[in-house]
Structures are given as C-alpha cells and as structure tokens.
C-alpha cells in the first residue's frame, strides 16, 4: 500500500498500477458532501474558507496507462499519484495564502472574542438590571401588600365593632320587644276586671240601671285597655320587621368580615413568602387571569355601604325604642289616670248610694214608726169602738123595754 490520502479536497490513493505519466485519464470530481452542521459566524466577517484561492489544480486528460486494459476501472478511483511529484506539479496554496488563511483566522478569532466578550457583558448587565427590576418589583409588591394589610385590619375592625354595636341593638330591640308583648298580656287582668264590672253592674234592678259616670268611666277604661294593647302589639310588629331588617345587615357585615378575613389570611401568607420558601410553583397564564369583581375603591365603598347601612338600621331601632318608651309612658298615664277617675267614680258612686240608702233607711224608720204609731191608733181605735158598744147595747135595750 502507498500513500493513502492528503489534504480535504485531495484523492485517495491506491496500490501503485504502472502507467506513464505523460497522460493522465480525466479527472473526475470528487462527489459533494453536505454537512448538516453550518457554524455560526459574526455578521460582517467571511466564511473561514475564504481564504482558498480561486485556482485549483487541473488534471491533463491527455495521461493514459500504457496497458490499455490497465485502465481505470472506477472513476471514484484515481492513479495514485506521489506525494512529492504531486506537490512539485500540482501546488495549490503560496505563502501568502497560507499567511491569509493564519491572519483570517486570528482575526475571526478575535472578533468572536471580543464578540463574545461583549454579549457576556451584555448578559450580565441583563441579569443585573432584571435582577434589580425583580428586587424593585417585589419591594413594591411587598409595600402593597403591607397597605392592604393595613387597609383590611382597618375596615376589619370597622366591621367588627359596627357588628358589636349592631348586635348590642339587636338585644335591646328584643328586650324592649318582649316588654310590649308582656304589657300587652298584662292589660288583659284590668279588661277583664273592667268587663267584669260592667257585667256585675247589669245585674241592677229597675231604676238603678242608670248610666252614671262609674259606667262611662268603665268603658272608657275598657277602650282605652284595647287601644294600649292594640297599640303595643303594633309597635312590636313594627320592632320585629325592624330586628329582621336588622338581622339582614348582620348577616351583610358578617360576611364581609369573613371575606376580610380569608382577604387577610391570604394577603399574610402571600407577604411572608420568600424566594427561598417551600412549596413555590409556576403557574402559567395567572397573571392573565382577572379574578378580581372590585376595585380598591368599589372595595372600600362596599365595606363602607355595609357600615352605612348598619348604622341607618341601629337608628331606626332607636328611634323605634325611644317611641317604645313613650309609648309605656303614655299609656301608663293614660291607664293610670283612667284608673283613677273609675275609682273616684266608684267612690263617688258609692257615697251617693250609701246617701241615698241611709235617707231611704231613715225615712223607711219613720215610716215604719208612723205605721206603727198608725196601727196602734188604729187599735186604739178598735178598742174605743168595742169599748162604746156596751153602752149603746144598754140604751137599745131600756128603749125597747119602755116601750113594749
């Protein structure tokens, strides 16, 4: 075997074969290889191979073999030519190519570092600034999380002590609630004493079924005793509708807090998370998603209508205590004083009976002692009649005797 192979566009060599080198057979063009690798170079710079000049060795077509049967069986397959002859007939590159290809090369070489200096700087001046951007964003982040902290504990403990409040109304509306509704049972002993009265009273004969003031003042107080009631059980119709009003805007101010809460909870949790805390994970597509139904001032607004209405309904149920109690007043006067002008009535109604039935007892005495006195005139009479009879028998017979 001889020399097998030169340089990248070179044939290869085979066993030596005799042939004159006076005629060498056509050369045939080496078969094109394509790289599926192409390297990246610098715009601006030219390809690495450039430097090959633009001359390349000819083969003669007039070099033939003196056997004409030792031709070449395979036009892939070149005689094989020396390495010494080859070099010294067919010399493609000259110092200058060679030194062109060398300064070519460093050059390139050169730009690609400082190319490559240069884009690493600019890496690491993007990793800079996006780091400081990161750090930026997360502060900024962190201040807004810190103010909406403080902005849900605020509207936090708005919401609880209205709530308070609200509640301590509630227990007062109910107690003043359960106050009508026992003043109002309550009433029911005097209507019945009142038409007890009334109904006892109708049991007077003859002309003492007269319609005094005891009798006016009975129905007055029994239409009194039913309007009290009528109006009590009015009023806490009125104060039921009000605590189930009220009861609405607890439940409001409930749920708001709850919701401030789960807010709070997760506000806390996302502020005490770090870049080195445990169970982070990436979720693609979140920050395009707009969860959110308020912004930070409808939020507050909301929060704010719930207080606002909180309020209004812990006035009305003070409005509404307030005529409650009035209303006690009133008509404890009001029953009181009628109570009282029935019992003067009843008072005065008695003295005059009693008046009259100590005059009718008198003058019933006097009768009787006249009819006494009468019938003992009467029976002395009788006995002064029986008395004279005697006397006239006598005369009646010495008549008759005298005249016979």
């Known amino acids: 075997m001889e020399f097998l192979g030169t340089t990248q566009t070179a ?17 045939v063009p080496a078969p094109e290889i394509q790289e599926c690798y192409q390297p990246y170079y610098l715009p601006g710079y030219r390809y690495l191979h450039s430097w090959r000049p633009s001359l390349f060795y000819k083969i003669s077509n007039t070099q033939t073999c003196q056997d004409d049967q030792a031709t070449c069986r395979s036009a892939l397959r070149p005689p094989t030519i020396l390495p010494a002859l080859r070099s010294a007939l067919f010399c493609r590159y000259s110092p200058h190519d060679w030194d062109q290809s060398n300064q070519l090369q460093i050059r390139g070489a050169e730009a690609s570092r400082l190319w490559a200096g240069r884009l690493m700087g600019d890496s690491m001046r993007l990793m800079q600034d ?20 403080s902005d849900i504990g ?16 509630n227990c007062s509306m109910d107690t003043v609630k359960k106050r009508l509704e026992c003043a109002a049972e309550e009433a029911n002993c005097p209507l019945q004493v009142a038409l007890e009265c009334l109904y006892q009273r109708e049991k007077r004969i003859g002309i003492d079924l007269v319609h005094d003031n005891v009798e006016k003042n009975l129905i007055q107080e029994v239409d009194l005793l039913k309007c009290c009631q009528e109006q009590m059980r009015k009023l806490a119709q009125r104060i039921e509708i009000q605590m189930r009003d009220n009861r609405d805007a607890q439940h409001a101010l409930e749920r708001d807090l709850g919701d401030k809460n789960s807010a709070q909870f997760i506000d806390e949790k996302c502020f005490n998370l770090r870049n080195t805390s445990d169970c982070i994970s990436f979720f693609h597509g979140m ?27 812990r006035a009305n149920s003070i409005r509404l205590r307030e005529e409650a109690e009035n209303l006690f007043e009133n008509l404890s006067n009001q029953m009181w004083k009628q109570f009282t002008n029935t019992n003067l009535a009843f008072k005065a109604r ?22 006494f006195q009468t019938e003992n005139t009467i029976m002395l009479l009788e006995r002064s ?7 006239t028998w006598s005369c009646a017979g010495t008549s008759l005797s005298s005249s016979s």
Request: aromatic letters at 6%.
């Open 385 to 391: 009649i029986m008395a004279k009879e005697c006397p």
């Open 287 to 313: 920050e395009k998603v707009d969860g959110t139904v308020s912004v930070p001032e409808t939020w507050a607004k909301f929060s704010n209508d719930n207080i606002r209405h909180s309020q209004n309904m």
């Open 130 to 149: 996006k780091d400081q951007l990161t750090q930026q964003m997360q502060q900024g982040t962190c201040r807004n999380l810190s103010q909406r902290l």
């Open 11 to 27: 044939n290869y060599c085979s066993p030596r074969k005799t042939c004159d080198y006076t005629a060498l057979p056509p050369a």
């Open 154 to 169: 605020f509207w936090k403990s708005e919401l609880g002590y209205e709530l308070e409040r609200l509640l301590n109304e």
């Open 350 to 371: 008695i003295s005059e009976v009693m008046d009259v039935k100590n005059k009718l007892q008198t003058q019933l005495a006097k009768t009787l002692q006249e009819i």
